[in-house]
């Protein structure tokens, strides 16, 4: 908010500061950024000038430096130095960062001193500060800084690189390339390649452990540019190899005596002798014959596109897995910038739903701690209850436990009546006897029959 309200911003509104330059045809000071901005600006499409740029990113680095500086001293905080009176004589060896201006110090003037700070620590605080900034801001912090715009595009209109179709589908290689290798936390040797099939286009001594040579190399020297020296030296690589003999195919005279032979052959087999069939000397009944090795020249894949093409392969192997990683960093940053937002526009919320989601998630730990401490307590009482200690057997089988409520008592058993209820023993319910109802019965019915009789009179 005070960089977008401070002094010599350009008056078009885009809160750049403004051209220090002098306007030839006037003679006075610019009072916007840039010519696009006095011209086009608030239009479809618009651009800022390539200086225009690189004076805004330029300015907003310096921003984030200062901030991380101002929360760098907010965590270490100045110290006072306590003033010593020292010896005329003796060497000021005091080496903290404090005011050189002054040779000698007054008894009533305070002085303050900081530590330099180290680069590992101010790449924290940067870090920090770069945290409530878009991604492609930052980006383009970047490439104003290390990117010639006007170089750059001199050479895609002149197709120094190829067409701009063409890189930017190399591009898009490259990044898959990338989440590839970062598939199982950066091991490249967790990549199975053993259900990859080998095309046409690959050589015959190509395996799997080439998959990963190419892989290593490319990551070290670039796209389609592994070496054979790096293949020599890491993998192995040698000139030749023991591969299979190939046969030579056979002429039109050698198929037809096959042919013929063949169908002597058959002949024979169907010829009886005793009733047994002449199998033994079947030659498709033998086993086949173990292939020919032996040594054959080789050479490494050549720099380029041979390679190129070996790697677009590999890369579209493993196609699902990379989507599925793309579609998770793709997730993180969207949570990421709404984050930054809420924290940019709505701080105090932010903290308030972070301490609530604190609450409610230490809330769930202590009932969860809870339900497993009574599980655990019920557990152990059911243990105790089931055991029995066989060193207080003699005391339980004692005959005075019997007539005694003392000796009830010194077990730990008040109220004990019976050796039933010492030993933990219920006893049998008593079956109640069935009372003879006939005999009611009948005075019953005798009743019923003088009310009737008494009735009809």
């Given at each position: 908010k005070q960089l977008q309200e401070r002094e010599g911003?350009?008056?078009?509104?885009?809160?750049?500061t403004l051209n220090k330059a002098i306007n030839p045809r006037s003679g006075n000071y610019f009072d916007t950024c840039c010519s696009n901005c006095a011209k086009k600006y608030g239009e479809k499409d618009f651009v800022h000038e390539s200086y225009c740029e690189k004076r805004h990113y330029d300015d907003w680095r310096i921003q984030i430096r200062d901030e991380a500086v101002k929360a760098y001293l907010n965590a270490n905080p100045l110290q006072r130095v306590e003033n010593e009176q020292k010896d005329a004589g003796a060497p000021n060896t005091n080496n903290s960062n404090t005011n050189s201006n002054s040779a000698e110090t007054k008894p009533t003037e305070i002085r303050y001193s900081y530590s330099a700070p180290k680069q590992d620590d101010m790449i924290k605080f940067i870090t920090k500060e770069l945290e409530y900034h878009a991604t492609d801001k930052i980006v383009m912090a970047v490439r104003v800084k290390y990117i010639n715009v006007k170089q750059l595009r001199d050479e895609l209109k002149n197709k120094v690189h190829g067409e701009i179709v063409s890189i930017l589908l190399k591009m898009e290689r490259m990044f898959k390339f990338k989440v590839m290798c970062s598939l199982h936390k950066k091991n490249i040797k967790k990549l199975d390649f053993s259900k990859k099939k080998l095309t046409k286009a690959m050589p015959e001594w190509w395996g799997e452990t080439w998959y990963q040579c190419i892989i290593e190399g490319t990551q070290k020297y670039g796209w389609g540019n592994c070496p054979s020296q790096f293949a020599r030296e890491k993998y192995g690589f040698t000139p030749t190899y023991k591969g299979i003999k190939k046969e030579k195919k056979p002429t039109k005279k050698q198929l037809e005596e096959m042919k013929k032979v063949k169908d002597l052959t058959n002949g024979i087999d169907k010829v009886t002798l005793n009733g047994n069939n002449n199998n033994s000397n079947n030659p498709a009944a033998a086993p086949p014959a173990e292939p020919v090795k032996i040594v054959k020249k080789r050479q490494w894949i050549s720099e380029g596109k041979k390679q190129e093409v070996i790697v677009i392969s590999i890369c579209s192997h493993y196609g699902k897995e990379i989507r599925q990683k793309c579609k998770k960093v793709i997730d993180k940053v969207k949570t990421a910038t709404k984050l930054r937002t809420q924290r940019i526009l709505y701080p105090e919320t932010l903290s308030k739903l972070e301490s609530e989601m604190d609450?409610?998630?230490?809330?769930?730990?202590?009932?969860k701690d809870k339900k497993d401490r009574d599980?655990?307590?019920?557990?152990?009482?059911?243990?105790?209850?089931?055991s029995f200690d066989p060193s207080k057997f003699n005391e339980m089988n004692s005959i005075t436990n019997y007539f005694g409520t003392s000796q009830a008592h010194q077990l730990g058993k008040p109220g004990v009546k019976n050796a039933f209820e010492m030993l933990g023993k219920k006893k049998s319910p008593k079956k109640k006897k069935k009372k003879d109802k006939s005999h009611f019965k009948q005075q019953k019915d005798h009743g019923n029959k003088k009310r009737m009789e008494l009735h009809e009179y």
């Open positions: 911003l350009c008056k078009q509104g885009c809160k750049r609450d409610l998630m230490a809330t769930k730990k202590k009932k599980r655990k307590r019920k557990k152990e009482a059911r243990k105790n209850q089931n």
